[in-house]
């Protein structure tokens, strides 16, 4: 209330006296005020009236509330003590997966058997579409305002994702065996290079190359990924220490080498590769990960889900390692949301280290935000609320019954918070949701789509005789 | 649309040919259509477009959509396919704190250090009610009707439970040092005595013992307790095998017994003990456990949270011990959503097994519901969705874009779901929530109260010189 009066009062004052230039209101398009302020910079500064200040796609003051009088803005959008983070960026999904989400759960050896399958029937141009627009949803619902994906069909994943506004880097799939996209890896890669081309000035899409894992490319395949991601200078996605299996056929192939090993000895762990997982890894391998500046993809829920292990996480974050959150693809996580993630990292890194003050709640908040940037490579640009970066802004809920009170912002966010508490979703200075609305997109359109999919599923999967529970 | 059509029909014909009897509807309060309808019966029977007719209190009719002509009904609740299912059970918690929520999560020793000397500034009649308030909502929002509580004040929380219309177990604390509101535990059982005379023929509140833990009780006290409570036919709630301090403690008190041994051989170990945690316990506790016939709650979220390490719950479950699900207290879980306990429940075990078959989806959800009335001895009021059970039912949204699609609605539950989910509660065939608007209680007052409660609190904290964050 003070400060919307104190507001009035400036812009009264700068119609009287318009000739004191020096006490005009600067004009902006966005100003977010009375904000539970998390900036997320390098000395994790809070406001507990912050008041952020958005012109176009970037942040152009941080403050607390006496900065507001400097500003009029076109949006106001008082927030009444609801936390103020940075947006959330998932650093590995395969968004478009959410059509599958909730089928055989419990399937042993469930990538091979299952998933690959029902993958070889059922992916197309469509069913990228739709699933991906459904994950956007459910991601900016959620808080999460960049992906890093994994699939097929990856330009029209970028079409969802110009459309509804959000980031992104879409990594096109490429795999040796034949996949509804590509006939081999080759064929794979001509994929990606044509999506790199189409996509490679876009604002906020980042095109990649995704080698899905290395035991399902052939070593020749890695590095030809590797050298042309060093010459176009574009992100490399894979999945990398991740089951038993991989490493296996790994040290078949390489005399016994781990995959990071592998990796690094056939010249393709580098600075644009982001590993997602990395579950098996061991000292040497992490410092192999430090050295080649590589950035790396945690993946807890999916990982535990799938008794897969944990991976030794906090101690690459608390060495520098560039790391960051992900939640796997809806078959895996099942859920494509950072917030939920939040809780599942705290305490099983607690649980892992028997120890309750080992994994304390900045440290998750910083690996949704900041160490995931760092982890896309991206922290110049996204991660953080700090003037010059672009306005990628999310506001939460601290009224809900399941929030209330806020005593410590990062341990309401990471014990209490559900992706149903976020607010309003900001993207490169754009609300993409409001009031829980969705603004760009049509979601009942969108949910829809899903909905006469899941037909196509369900008699696909029964006629098949594959297990639907 | 052709489930309204029939009933028309029907309604018409009722009124048109009264003379057959036979055919006219029978009348009853509530009618749930094209309900996705997990019963969680003994057979785990499961209708696809379900029907559940409820009576006063009482669940009349189960069934397909065949059986909805044969009533009418003064309240129609066509649910569109969500799923509908038993309500959840919160076998232990401490609602009353959520007042304290995200304070000191991280603190070593927390609750001698930090919790006990919060506690003994800041507990009063008007703190137990004013964090039960919010407790209940946010339980009702997040789908639990019924609820095990241990605090103090009891009757302070009794009135908000009878209030807002949920079912509960509250047990009144007893403990060796001065509280709140008792100097001594002989104070603390009076007080209990007293309250239990109050309550013991409530239709919807359980009066019980609570006794902190044996470690913070006397021999003498525990043996009293169990006498009494088996002389009233009342249940004991009590914090068992959860800590190494109370380990040692035991150990040294009952020539090192473990926390089970030692209640076994004082002789209170009975059908009327529901002990909460029971992390440290082998395979000769669990013998004794499953003699006894006690209950067990499973607080998978606070245990994690805490390192304190997880429960050989699925063992207990496997082997027929009668355990269900809790959240803890606020200050533990950090929720007291039951919902949100399920993915962490599921995954932690699969974890701990290193198998994804370990844990599958309905054995969660088995108890969330059937598997925690069980536990409290409920099992043949509460905890199904079957003819002559109490209506205790709850609606879970399955269109929203974190829930879409659902080919498994035990799946879907277990790792898609949050407590923001659940769109409707219904309590002894009462609606206490629909369309996440809460119909008991005024939501806003409750919330207006707690802030200006943790007021108190952030004064008290800073003042004393405790850590807040």
Redesign the interface.
Known sequence: MYLKKTLLAVAIAANTFVTFSALAAQQVDLLITDATLLTMNESKQTFENGVVAIKGNKIVAVGDQSIAKNYTAKTMLDVDGDIVLPGLINTHTHASM??F???G??V?D?LHRYIFPLEKKLVSRDMVRIGAN?GN??MV??GVTTYADMYYFEDEVAKTVDKIGMRAILGESVIKFPVADAANADEGIQYALNFIEEYKDHPRITPAFAPHAPYTNTTETLQKIAKLSLELDVPVMIHLAESHREEEVIAERANGMSPVEYMHSIGALNKNLIGAHMILIDDKDIELVKESDMGVAHNM?AN????K??SPALKMYDENVRIGLGTDGPMS?????II?EF??V???H??V??????M??IKVIDMATMGAAKALHMEDKIGSIEVGKLADIIVVDT?A??M?????P???LV??A????VRHTIVDGNILMKDREMLTVD?DKI?QE??EF?KI??ET?IESGEV??
């Open positions: 959410t059509v989400r909730s089928l759960d419990d042993p469930r459904l949803v459910e619902k959620g829920s535990i889900k799938s008794a292990g944990v996580g099942n859920t494509l949301s939920d809780n599942q705290a305490k099983v607690k649980l280290n028997k120890d309750r003050a080992a304390p709640p009224k019954p399941n209330l009170p806020v005593y410590n990062y341990s309401a014990y209490s559900n992706s149903g508490n979601e949910r899903v909905i899941t599923v369900r999967v639907v529970q």
